[in-house]
C-alpha cells in the first residue's frame, strides 16, 4: 500500500517570501502521479500542480514548482512571491495508473499561513 | 464548463438514520470517487465508480455504499449513521480513462458537509 507523509503540520511565511512544503511518498510502482491539492477555508480541494513520474523534468505552474525526487521518493512544493490568497491547507497525493487503482492517498496536510 | 455539483452542503441527522448524497461529475467525465474527511483522520477514499461499476473500494464498513447511474451521476449512502460519521464527504470527478496527455486530473466538488447528533 502507498503511504504519504506531510512532516510540517504547519507553516508560515511572510507575504512576498518563498516557502517550500515537504513531502515523502512510499511505493513500490514505478509508474504513478503525484499531486498537490490546497484546500482554503471554503473546503474546496483545488489541484495546484501535478507530476508524472516518468518525467524527469519538475512540474512548475506561474508561481508554484515542485522538486520531485523519484528515487528518494520526494515531492516538494515551492511557492514564490507568496501571496494572502496562498493561505490555505495543502496536501499531497499519491495516485496510482493501473486500471482499479487509481485513487488519491493524501498525506495529513500543511496548513500555510501567510504573514502580511 | 460546469463543475462538480454535490448536494445537499450541510446536513443534520441523528444517531441511526441514513443519509444520501448526490455528487453530478463535469461533463464528459466517467468517473466518480468518493472521500471522507475528518480532522483525526484526513482524508480518506471511500469508493470510485466507473461506468455504473464500482471499481476500487476503501476501508470502511458496509454501511457505506454507492452507486453511478447511466449519465455517471452519483450517490453514496450511510445508512445507521454513527457519530463518527460526522465528516466532510467530498466527490471527484475524472476522465476514467488514462488520458493520452498524461495525468488524470481528478475535479473535486464543494463537499457535502454531514453532522450526525
Known amino acids: 500500500a502507498q503511504t504519504v507523509t506531510q512532516s510540517q503540520p504547519e507553516m508560515s511565511v511572510q507575504e512576498a517570501e518563498t516557502v517550500t512544503l515537504s513531502c515523502t511518498y512510499d511505493t513500490s510502482e514505478s509508474d504513478y502521479y503525484l499531486f498537490w491539492y490546497k484546500q482554503p477555508p471554503s473546503r474546496q480541494m483545488i489541484l495546484v500542480i501535478r507530476q508524472e513520474a516518468y518525467k524527469q523534468q519538475n512540474a512548475t505552474e506561474n508561481r508554484f514548482s515542485v522538486n520531485f525526487q523519484k528515487a528518494a521518493k520526494s515531492f516538494s512544493l515551492k511557492i514564490s512571491d507568496s501571496q494572502l490568497g496562498d493561505a490555505a491547507m495543502y496536501f499531497c497525493a499519491y495516485r496510482g495508473v493501473n486500471f482499479g487503482n487509481e485513487k488519491l492517498t493524501f498525506g495529513t496536510g500543511t496548513r500555510l499561513t501567510i504573514i502580511p | 464548463k460546469a463543475g462538480v455539483t454535490q448536494t445537499p452542503r450541510y446536513l443534520i441527522k441523528t444517531r441511526g438514520q441514513q443519509v444520501t448524497l448526490s455528487c453530478s461529475p463535469i461533463?464528459?467525465?466517467?468517473?466518480v470517487s468518493w472521500y471522507q474527511q475528518t480532522p483525526g483522520q484526513g482524508l480518506q477514499f471511500l469508493f470510485e465508480y466507473f461506468s455504473e461499476t464500482q471499481r476500487n473500494k476503501g476501508n470502511f464498513p458496509g454501511r457505506f455504499s454507492g452507486r453511478q447511474f447511466s449519465n455517471s451521476r452519483s450517490e453514496m449512502n450511510v445508512s445507521t449513521l454513527e457519530l463518527g460519521d460526522s465528516a466532510l464527504y467530498l466527490c471527484?470527478?475524472?476522465?476514467?480513462?488514462?488520458?493520452?496527455?498524461?495525468?488524470?486530473?481528478?475535479?473535486f466538488g464543494a463537499g457535502s458537509r454531514l453532522t450526525v447528533l
Open positions: 471527484a470527478s475524472g476522465l476514467g480513462v488514462r488520458a493520452f496527455s498524461g495525468a488524470n486530473v481528478l475535479t
Open positions: 461533463s464528459g467525465h466517467r468517473s
